[in-house]
């Protein structure tokens, strides 16, 4: 059973003490570790303590700040916070405030129950997790994106690339046979042994190229191979 970290941000330590106890009711089927915080200085400090925290309880009116005020700090030291705003009663504008300053929930003082304390923790900590993992995706799918744009330009350098070095290959292999100083014959055969390392590099580049997946779950064939480009040139 997981146990949920909590911090009851309020400076009236009776309301901390009856919503620990309303915590303590659930311990059978919600298991929990509370901390107390009395201002947003002291939430703070606990925010920043080793042991990262699943839900916020915040309460607005306190000393040293609104908790409207604090939201924004809290959420910049423990993005993957879940707040739970505490109003009291009629001050749902409060409440809505918060919901646009990042607050999950809100829970309005002298209406809050067991049952209902524990189902708005499960309910704003699993909307946060739901969040981050759904930007770990949006991540992964641009960092894909970017991938598949590197390999189309990778792509299209070989095809670029294809043509001219073979030809230098053709151009070579015609001077090869001709009557030459042997000085003449080692220039040449230095650009044959380097041409054939330039094919053999723009073949692997190729070969990698040609493993990006289609829509259709085939390889990728719009390509031009480095030896289809040769046979072109020779023809």
Same mark, same amino acid.
């Given at each position: ?5 909590i911090?009851?941000a ?5 309301f901390?003490s ?21 201002? /947003?200085?002291?939430t703070?400090?606990?925010?920043t ?11 607005n009116?306190?000393?040293? /700040? @609104?908790?409207l005020?604090? @939201? ?6 423990q993005p ?6 505490v109003? /009291?009663n009629?001050?749902?504008?409060t409440?809505v405030?918060a919901?646009?300053? /990042?607050?999950v929930?809100?829970l309005v003082?002298?209406?809050i129950? !067991?049952?209902?304390?524990e ?5 704003a ?10 930007e770990?995706?949006?991540? @992964? ?5 970017q991938h598949?744009l590197?390999?189309? !330009? @990778?792509?299209?350098?070989c095809?670029?690339?294809a043509?001219?070095? !073979?030809?230098?290959?053709g ?8 009557? !030459? ?5 080692d ?14 590099f ?6 990698v ?9 085939g390889a990728?064939s719009?390509?031009v191979s480095?030896?289809?480009?040769r046979?072109r040139?020779s023809?």
């Open positions: 059973m997981n146990v949920y970290e911090v009851i309020d400076d009236d330590a009776a901390r009856a919503t620990r106890r309303l915590l303590q009711l659930r311990r059978d089927t919600f298991k929990t570790r509370v901390r107390e915080a009395a201002d /947003g200085a002291a703070l400090a606990c925010l303590q080793a042991a990262p925290v699943d839900c916020l309880l915040l309460d009116l306190m000393p040293g /700040g @609104l908790g005020e604090w @939201l924004t700090r809290f959420l910049q030291v993957a916070l879940a707040v739970v705003m109003t /009291g009629g001050d749902e504008a409440a405030k919901m646009q300053g /990042g607050a929930d809100y003082k002298g209406r129950s !067991s049952e209902l304390l189902k708005s923790i499960r309910s900590v699993e909307k946060v997790q739901m969040r981050a993992q759904l770990r995706q949006r991540e @992964l799918l641009r960092f894909a994106d598949r590197m390999v189309e !330009s @990778l792509g299209a350098a095809r670029r690339l043509e001219p070095v !073979s030809v230098v290959t151009s070579l292999e015609i001077m090869k046979r001709q009557d !030459s100083p042997p000085m003449i014959q220039v040449i055969a230095n650009c044959c042994v380097a041409v054939d390392a330039i094919n053999e723009l073949d692997k580049l190729n070969a190229c040609a493993s990006r997946p289609t829509a259709d779950g990728d719009d390509r480095m030896p289809e480009a046979q040139v023809a």
